[in-house]
């Protein structure tokens, strides 16, 4: 599959970001994991309007506070502990279990499935455990040994088809992301990471995790908005659940794509809804 044409660099996943601390190895109740990362949500959006507004002593400010938070390193132990067994458990459990008639194929003779988990906390979740999948890890700030230190946007494009994947993981990774623009520069960079060659059937997949908030309580997105901008990139969902918190989907890249363009306009008005958004530019 040949790299698609971009007019202008995705902005970094890093750009923004202010400089992590070492966090506090303090245990967290399940609402002071939930307040931490919400507040570390609003403040780098904070920090986003500050930078783009020019003020420079607001966006000082707003790292001042980010780092008395904990930074970016406090934020992935309270991501981490939301993934412990008694606050939900691991997500790609669920990605495992939604691709184990394709992962029965496979047999240790032929080669492993690869597997790009990007926002990685773990080398021990259940995609590292299943024998089928060989996983490359990426996050801004590596938290382990096996966890390569990268922004998936600035990492190289594929040179060729052994450097793409079978399998690309976003799980609360794209909420993550400070701008609507970004979001939708990671989806479409998402498409330049799959492979099509494959020893087994499988069909190129993405894995997706949001808040459901993003979906459900947006003025900007809803699920039939999420459908159509990755179906306009080529995706087709072919699995779907939700948790009170979480909403997860599986995604077959297909390339059948009729690309389009998707502006930030209002779908959901209301004075509690919050502004998670989705701009993807063609070209």
């Known amino acids: 599959m040949a790299p698609k044409s971009r007019s202008k660099r995705p902005s970094l996943l890093s750009k923004g970001r202010p400089p992590t601390v070492k966090p506090k190895q303090a245990a967290l109740s399940s609402k002071a994991t939930r307040n931490l990362i919400r507040s570390h949500h609003q403040l780098l959006k904070a920090r986003t309007q500050a930078e783009k507004a020019g003020d420079a002593a607001k966006v000082s400010s707003i790292d001042a506070q980010i780092q008395a938070n904990g930074g970016l390193a406090s934020y992935q132990i309270a991501s981490k502990l939301g993934q412990s067994m008694d606050r939900g458990g691991d997500s790609s459990k669920i990605l495992v279990d939604w691709i184990k008639p394709e992962l029965a194929r496979w047999t240790p003779d032929l080669p492993k499935l690869r597997v790009l988990e990007v926002g990685a906390l773990s080398t021990k979740n259940a995609c590292s455990r299943t024998p089928a999948l060989e996983v490359t890890r990426i996050d801004l700030n590596s938290q382990e040994p096996g966890i ?97 918190k979480l909403i997860y989907q599986l995604w077959h890249y297909v390339g059948q794509s009729a690309p389009r363009s998707f502006k930030k306009e209002m779908l959901n008005p209301g004075a509690k809804r919050n502004n998670f958004a989705i701009i993807l530019r063609q070209g």
Do not use: W
């Not at 060729?160 to 976003?170: K, N, P, Q, V």
């Not at 970004?182 to 492979?195: H, I, P, S």
């Not at 459901?212 to 997105?221: E, F, I, K, L, P």
């Open 148 to 244: 390569l230190k990268q922004d998936f946007m600035e990492r190289p494009l594929p040179a060729s088809d052994m450097e793409r994947f079978h399998i690309l993981s976003l799980s609360l990774v794209l909420n993550y992301v400070p701008d609507a623009t970004g979001r939708g520069d990671m989806l479409k960079r998402c498409v330049e990471f799959l492979t099509t060659q494959c020893s087994i059937t499988f069909t190129p997949t993405l894995f997706f995790v949001l808040p459901v908030a993003c979906v459900d309580n947006s003025r900007y997105v809803t699920e039939e908005r999420l459908l159509d901008i990755l179906s306009s990139l080529g995706f087709r969902l072919v699995q779907s659940k939700r948790s009170n």
